[in-house]
């Protein structure tokens, strides 16, 4: 299988007549059992799979076309190609065909092609009507010769058998002959005559009588005859551009005669395809199936000719790279490889993997970098066709070069950075070359292009390299044009830094002197736009809009990259300056960029926006609009319809507490309307939450905490110390109303704002309890003071730091809170149900959260009382 004579590329006719590779591999003819016949089988190379396997049909038309292509239809509309290396063979194949078939080998078509319309009257002809008799090749007879072309062109079966008869007779070298006669006495009929017939000798779709028609030998002529179309008052002049317009440049010496003729051939051959024939009609479309066929088995020809000939493209790269080498030289040598490329274009997937492969090898990166800075803009066009049909191939082996030259070169005369400041020097008024260097870019800073393996993830990998080596380089004129002093070198107003808080440092004089969360609603009555510098160039608005599409493309697949160089550039505040734009197109690209990132709901980006007050410029946008119903209007209602419906909270307190005031008398739109609405269900949401909160601190969660103490006291404290019990007073010995309470608190303020608690250590607070016998009788209160231990060593506090103290009561008082003042009234409360249930009050238990243990007891169920009275009593 290693015989180089049966390596053969497979090849199928798609839907669009153009011919797909379906793989490389060997061909031979056995006998296949399931197929009941001699097949002809392919295996591909790379691993012996089966490529073909198709069986040698008796009936089947096979047909051999340059001494190296075997072609033939299965079924309708399925037509089949070998492409063999050697001729040999293809020789040696279609041998084997014929014998199957019973014909001779020296023919070039082993059936004649039948339509099944004809297939009966073509049974009842007798054999020796095979072949149309065809005039005599002479003058007079030119209108015969034309009109039996022309009727033959409806029946395929006339149509193959007129080939047959001009290729066994050598017909069409004697009608040109003609043609030099009539061009030599000027016969202008016989020259409309062989317009005709010629046109329609291409018509019979013929591989055979191609190579006839296109040898060195007759193209020219066949050229010449179509130059005289009998529908144009004077004759084209094809031959004259062919020869003389038309330069052939050899930018390296082709030593290879064969390849040389092949590239004359096809260019020729191309010329007559596009230009001198007329767009065939819908039923004429398939005539000329067979000349596309030609024309793209020689394309793929060259190709691999010139991939081979490694010392030709070693040269080529060579001079092209040389500093010597002069401008045209170099104009054409680029041209040579935009050329070479587009020819690559033919190749299928896998030759086109090679192709490029070999060109990078050759190092076609490095040699684009050169030619891509020089001045000659012919030669930077054809640079940018080159290096977009590499970026097309592989983005990936375009991003592997760029990287690995960063860690050689500087970042100026980075690959990148040199397209990206041609995009930005285009001096093209519509910007064409900038349009498709931004398409590339794009390209290659897509993530969905790019490989993830086990050891590197080319994603993180480039994307780092991008934003810390060309960003800079991508965003330079839009700084630059948004900024007030265009010679400054920061061109930045304020520096965010992304971190869990936004902090915002001024480092330039600017409209905005401070991000602020809020502003005057007076002051919002429209921008200034005579204050602001924006650009009004037209070019210069087209570039600045692509910059702009391009870094929305960033917002909307890069996240983490774009967001740390927005925040830390505040780009998004120097992007809205174009709001003021008198483009419309402009504004509308920097309200696009905006709405992107509050598309994305990421609350960092939302904080950004509302610390740095940048709803503004697109507020003012708006009010300077008017009433006009236009593009820009539609597209700020909206953003903030956006904001309403997704209820992004952070945003719509921030617009409505700040520009609600401005915005209320847009009517024609219920958003703004809404937005407050939003505003205020959620403003009522917070405040009943607030207020659930508090309850529950105060009836749940504190109860559950003391509990929680009680236990952790009696587990790991032991038994508390308690004085003996002393009988407590009759009831009437405590205030009996809170007016009676409030008279003795007013009677001792003074003492009580010496005994406010005070902070002693971390965890710790200072309460003063008072007795109402003892303050009756005028004697010195007596006070207990609760002390939290000192920290321990590794800094926290002991144990009985949130524990309580253990006070003892010598008679029945009155309990005075000094932490919590204004629970007063409950503790009264508490205390007489207490007394009322017979508990005996001898003692109580404080606890960090500013309370009497028995302060909870007010908000328990009644049948808990007794029970809660015996935990804090001991009883």
């Known amino acids: 299988m290693s015989d180089t004579r049966r390596r053969v590329k497979v090849y199928t006719l798609n839907e669009d007549r153009q011919w797909d590779d379906r793989g490389t591999g060997h061909v031979s003819s056995t006998y296949v059992e399931e197929l009941k016949g001699m097949s002809l089988l392919v295996r591909a190379e790379s691993d012996g799979s089966l490529l073909l396997e198709s069986k040698i049909n008796p009936n089947t038309a096979y047909q051999k076309q340059q001494d190296t292509l075997i072609v033939w239809s299965e079924a309708e509309n399925y037509d089949l190609a070998l492409s063999f290396q050697e001729k040999a063979g293809c020789d040696e194949i279609w041998e084997?065909?014929?014998?199957?078939?019973?014909?001779?080998?020296?023919?070039?078509?082993?059936?004649?092609?039948?339509?099944?319309?004809?297939?009966?009257?073509?049974?009842?002809?007798?054999?020796?009507?095979?072949?149309?008799?065809?005039?005599?090749?002479?003058?007079?007879?030119?209108?015969?010769?034309?009109?039996?072309?022309?009727?033959v062109l409806s029946s395929p079966i006339r149509r193959e058998k007129l080939a047959l008869a001009l290729e066994n007779e050598g017909y069409i070298k004697k009608l040109l002959q003609l043609f030099q006669a009539c061009e030599n006495l000027e016969n202008t009929e016989g020259l409309h005559h062989l317009y005709?017939?010629?046109?329609?000798?291409?018509?019979?779709?013929?591989?055979?009588?191609?190579?006839?028609?296109?040898?060195?030998?007759?193209?020219?002529?066949?050229?010449?005859?179509?130059?005289?179309?009998?529908?144009?008052?004077?004759?084209?002049?094809?031959?004259?551009?062919?020869?003389?317009?038309?330069?052939?440049?050899?930018?390296?010496?082709?030593?290879?005669?064969?390849?040389?003729?092949?590239?004359?051939?096809t260019y020729r051959v191309q010329y007559i395809q596009d230009i001198i024939l007329p767009t065939p009609s819908v039923f004429e479309e398939n005539f000329l199936s067979t000349l596309t066929s030609f024309i793209f088995f020689n394309k793929v020809e060259i190709v691999s000719m010139l991939q081979e000939d490694e010392k030709f493209l070693s040269e080529v790269f060579a001079q092209l790279t040389d500093e010597a080498t002069d401008d045209d030289k170099r104009r054409e040598l680029v041209n040579f490889f935009k050329e070479f490329c587009a020819f690559s274009q033919t190749l299928q997937p896998q030759n086109r993997d090679a192709f490029f492969k070999t060109l990078a090898k050759l190092g076609i990166l490095p040699a684009l970098e050169i030619v891509m800075g020089?001045?000659?803009?012919?030669?930077?066009?054809?640079?940018?066709?080159?290096?977009?049909?590499?970026?097309?191939?592989?983005?990936?082996?375009?991003?592997?070069?760029?990287?690995?030259?960063a860690q050689q070169s500087d970042d100026d005369i980075l690959l990148i950075n040199v397209v990206i400041e041609q995009m930005i020097c285009d001096t093209d008024p519509e910007l064409g070359g900038a349009v498709q260097l931004m398409g590339l870019l794009r390209t290659l800073i897509d993530p969905e292009n790019m490989l993830a393996t086990t050891n590197k993830t080319e994603k993180s990998e480039f994307l780092n390299f991008f934003y810390n080596h060309c960003m800079h380089v991508l965003t330079a004129p839009l700084l630059t044009n948004t900024s007030e002093d265009k010679c400054a070198k920061d061109f930045f107003l304020?520096?965010?830094?992304?971190?869990?808080?936004?902090?915002?440092?001024?480092?330039?004089?600017?409209?905005?002197?401070?991000?602020?969360?809020?502003?005057?609603?007076?002051?919002?009555?429209?921008?200034?736009?005579?204050?602001?510098?924006?650009?009004?160039?037209?070019?210069?608005?087209?570039?600045?809009?692509?910059?702009?599409?391009?870094?929305?493309?960033?917002?909307?697949?890069?996240?983490?990259h774009i967001k740390n160089y927005i925040m830390n550039k505040d780009l998004l505040r120097r992007v809205l300056v174009l709001m003021n734009s008198k483009h419309t197109f402009l504004a509308l690209c920097a309200l696009r960029f905006m709405r992107r990132i509050i598309g994305l709901k990421d609350e960092f980006y939302n904080r950004y926006i509302t610390k740095g007050n940048l709803f503004e410029p697109v507020i003012n946008a708006l009010l300077d609009n008017g009433t006009r119903y236009n593009l820009l209007n539609s597209a700020v209602i909206e953003l903030f319809e956006f904001i309403r419906v997704?209820?992004?909270?952070?945003?719509?307190?921030?617009?409505?507490?700040?520009?609600?005031?401005?915005?209320?008398?847009?009517?024609?739109?219920?958003?703004?309307?809404?937005?407050?609405?939003?505003y205020e269900q959620e403003k009522d949401r917070q405040n009943q939450k607030l207020n659930s909160n508090r309850f529950r601190r105060d009836a749940k969660a504190l109860e559950e905490d003391e509990e929680m103490w009680f236990n952790e006291d009696e587990e790991e404290e032991g038994k508390a110390v308690v004085a003996p019990v002393e009988k407590s007073k009759p009831e009437d010995d405590f205030p009996d109303n809170y007016e009676k309470f409030m008279e003795t608190k007013k009677a001792k303020e003074s003492e009580d704002k010496e005994n406010?608690?005070?902070?002693?250590?971390?965890?710790?607070?200072?309460?003063?309890?008072?007795?109402?016998?003892?303050?009756?009788?005028?004697?010195?209160?007596?006070?207990?003071?609760?002390?939290?231990?000192?920290?321990?060593?590794?800094?926290?506090?002991?144990?009985?730091?949130?524990?309580?103290t253990t006070v003892t009561a010598t008679k029945s008082t009155y309990i005075q809170c000094l932490y919590c003042a204004s629970h007063w009234a409950r503790t009264i409360n508490i205390i007489s149900i207490l007394k009322k249930l017979g508990t005996t009050v001898s003692h109580l238990y404080l606890n960090k959260y500013h309370?009497?243990?028995?302060?909870?007891?007010?908000?328990?169920?009644?049948?808990?009382?007794?029970?809660?009275g015996y935990s804090i009593c001991g009883v």
């Open 96 to 151: 084997k065909i014929c014998q199957v078939q019973g014909k001779d080998p020296s023919v070039e078509v082993t059936q004649d092609l039948i339509d099944e319309s004809e297939e009966e009257r073509f049974e009842e002809m007798p054999e020796t009507s095979h072949l149309i008799d065809l005039p005599t090749c002479e003058l007079n007879k030119l209108e015969e010769i034309a009109d039996l072309v022309t009727s």
């Open 374 to 405: 020089m001045d000659d803009l012919q030669v930077r066009s054809a640079a940018t066709d080159i290096f977009s049909y590499l970026v097309e191939f592989s983005p990936s082996m375009v991003r592997e070069f760029v990287m690995q030259e």
């Open 494 to 560: 304020k520096h965010y830094r992304y971190s869990w808080s936004f902090v915002c440092t001024p480092s330039h004089s600017h409209s905005h002197s401070t991000p602020s969360s809020s502003i005057s609603q007076d002051n919002i009555v429209g921008s200034n736009k005579n204050n602001t510098i924006c650009p009004d160039n037209y070019q210069t608005a087209q570039l600045l809009a692509l910059i702009l599409e391009l870094l929305t493309f960033c917002v909307e697949h890069h996240t983490y």
């Open 646 to 678: 997704e209820d992004i909270k952070s945003l719509t307190a921030h617009i409505v507490e700040n520009f609600y005031k401005a915005l209320e008398s847009i009517e024609y739109v219920q958003t703004f309307k809404g937005l407050k609405t939003k």
């Open 196 to 265: 005709e017939i010629i046109r329609g000798i291409l018509f019979l779709n013929k591989a055979t009588l191609f190579e006839v028609m296109f040898s060195d030998e007759c193209i020219m002529d066949v050229v010449g005859c179509l130059e005289y179309d009998p529908a144009l008052a004077q004759p084209k002049r094809h031959r004259e551009f062919l020869t003389k317009t038309a330069k052939f440049k050899e930018v390296i010496p082709i030593t290879d005669s064969e390849l040389r003729q092949k590239i004359h051939q």
């Open 756 to 804: 406010l608690p005070k902070r002693t250590s971390p965890g710790g607070f200072k309460f003063t309890f008072s007795h109402s016998a003892s303050a009756a009788n005028g004697t010195n209160s007596k006070s207990v003071v609760a002390q939290t231990p000192p920290a321990t060593s590794n800094g926290s506090s002991s144990k009985t730091t949130n524990l309580a």
């Open 851 to 868: 309370a009497l243990a028995v302060c909870r007891v007010l908000q328990l169920q009644k049948g808990y009382y007794h029970q809660v």
